[in-house]
């Protein structure tokens, strides 16, 4: 499979996402700044990944897989980003880093998915 600029940006804003958030919970450390914020940055990278995804395609770029998938797993992508810093910055326990971090590592497996939708690679 082919992984352009945007997939590996997006899994290395990711990893640094999912890294504070887990440190942040072994240290028994309450949600602080970095660890909203890094979530935030995974939320902004969505943004600009729709706004680049969007101006490819209306370009002509085509996707391989279904358009209607790439599109819904774009949208769940950014609702479990703002949803995961909902209860980040609602619940101040050191497991809501837990639930920061699982969101990230989700928005990166939604990330690796939606490369496969659009390249193409015969998997699933």
Do not use: H
Request: aromatic share 16%.
């Amino acid at each position: 499979m082919i992984f352009d600029g945007f997939m590996i940006a997006g899994a290395i804003v990711c990893a640094l996402s999912v890294l504070i958030g887990v440190g942040s919970a072994i240290w028994k450390r309450y949600p602080t700044d970095a660890s909203i914020l890094s979530l935030a940055a995974v939320e902004l990278f969505l943004v600009v990944y729709a706004i680049q995804a969007g101006v490819r395609q209306a370009g002509g770029a085509p996707i391989q897989g279904a358009p209607w998938e790439f599109w819904g797993y774009l949208v769940t992508a950014l609702f479990v980003g703002v949803l995961a810093g909902w209860w980040g910055i609602g619940e101040k326990s050191r497991w809501s880093n837990i639930v920061m971090a699982a969101a990230g590592f989700t928005i990166f497996v939604m990330l690796y998915r939606m490369q496969q939708v659009w390249v193409g690679t015969g998997w699933i």
